[in-house]
């Protein structure tokens, strides 16, 4: 059940059945990871672990309860930044109904995500004496959790995960399935109203996050129009200084080296779709802008950890 995932492009794929999120790795190497999807019954729960700093976004699947939470063993210093702003570290976020994906992991990441009908769940809370909760959460995209309840919600994904690992024959058994999914359930409920503090409509958004999102939605939609980084800044009206702290700030560089990387990105993309006896590396790359051919290999085995030709040829 447990799937080993060693590319980014396949982690996104893969991903894609449940939520439509485009991922962006921010740092060069090979990426190692395991991805272990689990059906509660209505729960669906998904733990991702990856050693590569990540960046994710796209649209919330309608219809849908997120409920995404940390469950590395390390504590300290929040690592994780939602919409650009830090998150504590027991905090469940990704509830808002509508709006964005937009979430930066750290080098190392051990996630859960659940997701279940919205509706469901929030008839579920009313059942379990948490009436009231979708006023609670309406507009609010995380939520800090008393740490002994978040302890409890944690403990319990972690038994249950592995239990999945270890007896994959009794996890067959579809009654046991709806039987933890019915144990968690209570839980996320009652850290939900016993929360500390949330994360819903700021006062004062993070310093620039908004540049950065306008930027990284320019380059979505124009993936090959050649651009500098003083038209970046007119495209979005920002100021050279304030899109770079921006992008510093919220992705850990540039935006001139956020923007190769994307479409490195592209290119990959490409590369694993097309037909390896008919199409060219040097001619995908440049579509996307890598007109020197030896810079361009470099650049992508750096971040990929392979020759664009291998990934042509898988």
Request: glycine content about 10%.
């Amino acid at each position: 059940m447990c799937r080993s995932i060693h590319d980014v492009a396949r982690l996104e794929e893969v991903l894609s059945t449940r939520l439509p999120v485009q991922l962006t790795q921010l740092a060069g190497g090979r990426l190692c990871g395991e991805l272990l999807p689990l059906d509660l019954g209505p729960l669906q729960v998904l733990r991702l672990r990856f050693d590569r700093p990540l960046h994710g976004g796209g649209p919330k699947p309608k219809g849908r309860q997120l409920i995404a939470l940390d469950l590395g063993e390390e504590s300290g210093e929040p690592v994780m930044r939602s919409h650009g702003l830090e998150l504590p570290a027991t905090a469940f976020f990704g509830l808002a109904a509508a709006g964005e994906i937009h979430l930066t992991t750290p080098e190392r990441c051990s996630l859960a995500l659940l997701s279940l009908d919205r509706e469901r769940f929030l008839q579920w809370a009313h059942d379990l004496g948490g009436p009231g909760l979708e006023e609670s959460l309406e507009g609010v995209n995380w939520q800090a959790i008393d740490p002994l309840r978040f302890g409890r919600v944690r403990a319990c994904l972690r038994g249950i995960f592995r239990l999945a690992e270890r007896s994959p024959a009794l996890m067959a058994d579809a009654a046991i399935r709806r039987r933890l999914g019915g144990d968690l359930v209570p839980l996320l409920v009652e850290a939900l109203v016993h929360r500390t503090g949330h994360g819903g409509r700021l006062a004062r958004p993070p310093a620039r996050i908004e540049l950065v999102k306008a930027a990284q939605a320019w380059m979505e939609d124009h993936p090959d129009e050649p651009i500098s980084l003083d038209g970046l800044c007119r495209q979005v009206a920002a100021g050279r200084r304030s899109l770079l702290q921006g992008f510093r700030e919220h992705l850990g560089m540039g935006p001139m080296a956020y923007l190769k990387i994307r479409r490195l990105h592209s290119v990959r993309r490409a590369l694993l779709a097309a037909d390896p006896e008919a199409a060219r590396v040097a001619e995908l790359s440049a579509q996307w802008g890598f007109m020197n051919a030896g810079h361009f290999a470099r650049d992508y085995r750096a971040l990929f950890g392979e020759h664009p030709r291998t990934s042509l040829r898988a």
